[in-house]
T-cell receptor, first 112, second 115 residues
Framework: NAGVTQTPKFQVLKTGQSMTLQCAQDMNHEYMSWYRQDPGMGLRLIHYSVGAGITDQGEVPNGYNVSRSTTEDFPLRLLSAAPSQTSVYFC???????????FGPGTRLTVL | AQKITQTQPGMFVQEKEAVTLDCTYDTSDQSYGLFWYKQPSSGEMIFLIYQGSYDEQNATEGRYSLNFQKARKSANLVISASQLGDSAMYFCAMREVDSSYKLIFGSGTRLLVRP
């Protein structure tokens, strides 16, 4: 049982480049979300989805886009990377919005 | 205003002893959820334990228990019989009652278990 998977594990970008962080889950969870973790801090919500075709903004959405075409996948797109987006990104999923959220292993992103 | 407060940036505990990690929260909602996650040095976030605001009994999961004191708005994590593998960052989180279902995290406590 893979749970929540994220690719890549590490990524280095130059300012202005774009890229997509992949997230997939095999638990048939309706709710998926993206968080970022900055040094010395807890996680902050970027975007979330309560089901396929439905997405919404979280606490820190600027500079990021998401889509949810299937239940399993929830990619996060960085449109034009900035050094302020250097962080560790976590994807999470739960059976419902009120369920326990399970996290993927994270992607460590550095923007130069 | 900070909604989740973890006042212990770092703690030590001797192997096989119990340790309590503090967490206080701030909310005006009657219905909410409280979570503890463990983040080892490898970086993943591991769910440990959940307490619902209407749960009358303290949650327990193996060596983990949650000391829930609703009137004091505290949700402390108790780890019994500490093991070397318990050395990690521990985050307390609260689920907001809004459409985002987002988790609000504290700043974490780094626990080091001494042999």
């Amino acid at each position: 049982n893979a749970g929540v998977t994220q690719t890549p594990k590490f990524q280095v970008l130059k300012t202005g480049q774009s890229m997509t962080l992949q997230c997939a889950q095999d638990m048939n969870h309706e709710y998926m979300s993206w968080y970022r973790q900055d040094p010395g801090m807890g996680l902050r919500l970027i975007h979330y989805s309560v089901g396929a075709g439905i997405t919404d903004q979280g606490e820190v959405p600027n500079g990021y886009n998401v889509s949810r075409s299937t239940t399993e996948d929830f990619p996060l797109r960085l449109l034009s990377a900035a050094p302020s987006q250097t962080s560790v990104y976590f994807c999470a999923s739960s059976y419902s919005g009120q369920g326990t959220q399970y996290f993927g292993p994270g992607t460590r992103l550095t923007v130069l | 205003a900070q909604k989740i407060t973890q006042t212990q940036p770092g703690m030590f505990v001797q192997e096989k002893e119990a340790v309590t990690l503090d967490c206080t929260y701030d909310t005006s909602d009657q219905s909410y959820g409280l979570f503890w996650y463990k983040q080892p040095s490898s970086g993943e976030m591991i769910f440990l334990i959940y307490q619902g605001s209407y749960d009358e009994q303290n949650a327990t999961e193996g060596r983990y228990s949650l000391n829930f004191q609703k009137a004091r708005k505290s949700a402390n994590l108790v780890i019994s019989a500490s093991q070397l593998g318990d050395s990690a960052m521990y985050f307390c989180a609260m689920r907001e009652v809004d459409s985002s279902y987002k988790l609000i995290f504290g700043s974490g406590t780094r626990l080091l278990v001494r042999p």
